[in-house]
């Protein structure tokens, strides 16, 4: 008999892994240990990229500072707030609530956007 995985229990995996790294990440500060890679496309070129400072950024979240956080990657503080919504509208029952909502923060033309903000941000970290 072959074995199957439900949708709850990859769910919860995911979960669970969310939970351990999460845990990782609060215990351990990335800008001090070697546990926590660099980013490979900074150390081939010498740029940042739009993930920079991402791993000291969740560090910081989870301390609640939120100042020092937006101060390493602003971008990736903002695209919580937006993925947090996405989360909902999608899986949390806001896609039968609100479809016109969801239509405008996930639809074709949102993807445009953010697409562009992230490549005005890339590009506006390696000019200042």
Do not use: E
């Not at 991402?54 to 937006?82: K, M």
């Amino acid at each position: 008999m072959p074995i199957t995985v439900t949708n709850r229990a990859v769910g919860l995996a995911v979960i669970a892994i969310a939970i351990i790294g999460l845990a990782v990440y609060a215990y351990f500060d990335p800008a001090g240990s070697v546990l926590f890679p660099k980013g490979p496309f900074r150390m081939l070129t010498g740029w940042d990229c739009p993930g920079c400072g991402s791993q000291r950024t969740i560090h910081a979240l989870l301390h609640a500072d939120i100042r020092q956080a937006f101060g390493y990657n602003p971008l990736l503080v903002l695209s919580i707030l937006y993925l947090g919504a996405a989360g909902y509208l999608d899986y949390l029952g806001g896609r039968t609530r609100h479809p016109r909502l969801r239509r405008a923060i996930l639809g074709r033309r949102a993807c445009i956007h953010i697409s562009l903000v992230s490549a005005l941000y890339w590009r506006g970290l390696n000019i200042f």
